[in-house]
């Protein structure tokens, strides 16, 4: 009997790789850095040969540790740092250039000019369900063909190939034979059609990408290929494969529309289910394709909106206040006043993001009074946590029509209790925090898991699984409106425009 799977999570910082039994938990998880190149100011690299690399040696590290052969593995799931983008030599296998990574920012200037009018910005909206920028793969392709001598030449002639992370993994684990993405990880690419789930030949003139470098494009759960990589013996079937955030949604079971997650980590991803409805968004949010259960016949959406200062708020109390020593102390500090004295943090520190969208605003602190103090702000720091999250919960809610029903949180900040009960409160949710917050591994492993069979089915995957903490909004009505008042005159006051 096969009693594990293996999920690939190869992240930003990290490749990482997880063993995971048949109740859904982890046994095991080896991690090897990845270094990030910045060859100039705001660009980022990385070494696509180092991300495979590090991806088999953890894969080998976890099979040692636990005396295990390939042969004992049910399958593989992968999930990835999503958008970054990789070119590389379908002969011989070498990319043409370092991987350039979702937050490079030299593609900036593709972006401004060709999406500069109003009709093709709608239209890739329209198209792709996203804001257009330079975080989405499109740019990053044009760049390497204009720029890597001879590329576009080689492109044209049929000889090289575009993926997400995800993709690269697949070709070389299968030694080359398939080059395939999934649905999630297209969606991010700002080439495909998400409502005809296809390659859209628009937006493949418009970024001068020829047809012959893009991958097949899958659902997210069934058989992509099996390992022939001499570092990976075994014909391992990859049978799951998605972006990371997709990964974490379907890893935190919300299989079904007004089903949210949220990671409250350094920035915050939240992406609420809409089932078989791409919402387009009225308040700044992106439409994305999301992972579904093997069997589904339809593709599956979701809105996704995310807050860059979250942790990184906290971190900032730490670092450049000096106020804590570490994270973990903010939530004592923060309950050792009985409110916040009427302080707000508006966390406004590179602009405010959806649904202002206001790039020149910039951080402020207000209802400061002689009593207030390094409590009362830690306090409003994570209340501005829960606000900003509040408020991208109900644009998802109005521009979707499906009322929120529950959120499932995880991430480094998911674990302070105040934080979670004030959000409760705000937001009239029932938050759960899974006992197992590796979400986003879980997510590929059950994709995969799902495929071949291991697990039966979702609702098999709903029931194995262990709640840490729940959190029942019971904020008085009357409460709830004094925080949400004072909230929206400090943001009127931040506005520029
Ligand atoms: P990432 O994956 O983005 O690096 P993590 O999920 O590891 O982030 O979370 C780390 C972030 O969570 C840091 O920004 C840290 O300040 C914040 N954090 C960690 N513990 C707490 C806590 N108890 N309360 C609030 N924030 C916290």
Redesign the pocket.
């Known amino acids: 009997m096969r009693e594990h799977i293996v999920a690939f999570d190869q992240g930003t910082t990290s490749s990482r790789t997880l063993l995971i039994n048949r109740q859904g938990q982890v046994v095991d998880v080896a991690q090897r850095p990845i270094e990030q190149h910045f060859p100039e100011p705001g660009w980022v690299e990385h070494d696509p040969q180092e991300i495979l690399a590090t991806q088999l040696s953890t894969f080998t590290d976890v099979l040692v540790r636990n005396g295990l052969n390939p042969h004992d593995i049910d399958s593989i799931g992968i999930t990835n740092q999503r958008e970054t983008t990789v070119v590389w030599d379908r002969h011989t296998g070498d990319p043409v250039c370092n991987a350039i990574v979702w937050q490079c920012r030299r593609t900036t200037p593709i972006i401004d000019e060709l999406c500069a009018s109003p009709e093709v910005r709608e239209r890739i909206t329209a198209t792709t369900g996203l804001v257009p920028d330079a975080y989405f793969s499109a740019s990053k392709v044009k760049w390497i063909l204009d720029n890597v001598p001879g590329a576009r030449e080689r492109a044209e002639a049929g000889d090289l190939l575009f993926g997400t992370i995800d993709c690269w993994l697949v070709w070389n684990l299968t030694n080359g034979a398939v080059h395939a993405t999934d649905v999630t990880n297209a969606s991010r690419t700002m080439l495909f059609d998400i409502h005809e789930c296809r390659w859209d030949p628009w937006l493949l003139e418009l970024f001068g990408v020829p047809e012959s470098m893009l991958p097949e494009v899958r659902p997210s759960s069934g058989l992509f290929g099996t390992t022939a990589h001499p570092g990976i013996a075994g014909n391992i079937p990859i049978c799951g494969v998605a972006g990371d955030q997709q990964a974490a949604l379907f890893g935190q079971c919300c299989f079904n529309p007004g089903e949210a997650k949220n990671t409250?980590?350094?920035?915050c991803f939240l992406l609420m289910n809409t089932g078989e409805k791409a919402v387009r968004s009225k308040n700044g949010l992106v439409t994305t394709i999301a992972a579904s259960a093997p069997g589904t016949d339809h593709v599956e959406y979701a809105l996704e909106g995310s807050v860059f200062m979250a942790?990184?708020l906290?971190?900032w109390l730490q670092e450049e206040l000096g106020i804590i020593e570490s994270?973990?102390e903010?939530?004592a500090l923060a309950t050792s006043v009985e409110d916040t004295a009427g302080v707000y943090v508006v966390p406004a520190f590179t602009g405010l993001g959806a649904p202002y969208w206001d790039a020149e605003a910039r951080g402020a602190i207000y209802g400061l009074t002689r009593g207030a103090g390094k409590a009362h702000i830690a306090r409003a720091c994570l209340d501005a946590l829960a606000y900003q999250m509040n408020d991208l919960i109900d644009g998802m809610v109005d521009d979707s029509g499906i009322p929120m029903t529950r959120l499932a949180v995880d991430?480094?900040?998911s674990?302070?209790g105040y934080?979670m009960q004030f959000q409760a409160g705000l937001s009239r949710l029932q938050i759960v925090r899974p006992k197992n917050t590796e979400t986003t591994a879980m997510g590929a492993a059950y994709l995969s898991g799902l495929s071949t069979g291991f697990w039966k089915d979702v609702a098999e995957i709903s029931a194995m699984r262990e709640i840490a903490a729940s959190f029942t909004g019971n904020m008085p009505d009357a409460e709830r409106e004094t925080y949400l008042k004072g909230w929206r005159d400090c943001i009127r006051r931040t506005r520029t425009s």
Not at 264 to 267: C, D, E, F, L, Q
Request: glycine share 28%.
């Open positions: 409250y980590g350094t920035g942790g990184a906290i971190q994270a973990s903010v939530e991430g480094g900040a674990r302070n934080l």
